[in-house]
């Protein structure tokens, strides 16, 4: 069974940095990523990993966030740097498994940035 494991989440001024960490277990995963949901907003994609490395982000946070994964451990971190009040949401880790073939969600992390 897959398992996701989120962690990293919390409460920062703007500015600031937060460091999530998502470590998957129970397969072999495809893609990794991070989405986030704001609230009254739809389930949007930050930041995608595929297993070669290649990387994708949301424009919004292009040059502040990078998100990296090590392929022997199958986690996926997502560094946060320079947060702005409108990054504040409930960030998912998100993989794809490659056995089964189907998408799997995290329980989310909230992230809070305050002004």
Known sequence: ????????????????SL??????SGSIFLDMAWYRQAPGKLR????RITRSGNTNYAD???????????????????????LEPDDTATYYCYV?????KQDVWGQGTQVTVTS
């Open 44 to 47: 949007e994609l930050v930041a």
């Open 19 to 24: 460091r999530l960490a998502c470590a998957a």
């Open 96 to 100: 794809r498994d490659l056995v089964k």
């Open 60 to 82: 919004a946070v292009k040059g502040r966030f990078t998100i990296a994964r090590d392929l022997t451990k199958n986690t996926v971190d997502l560094q946060m740097n320079s």
């Open 1 to 16: 069974q897959v398992q996701l494991v989120e962690s990293g989440g919390g409460l920062v001024q703007a500015g600031g």
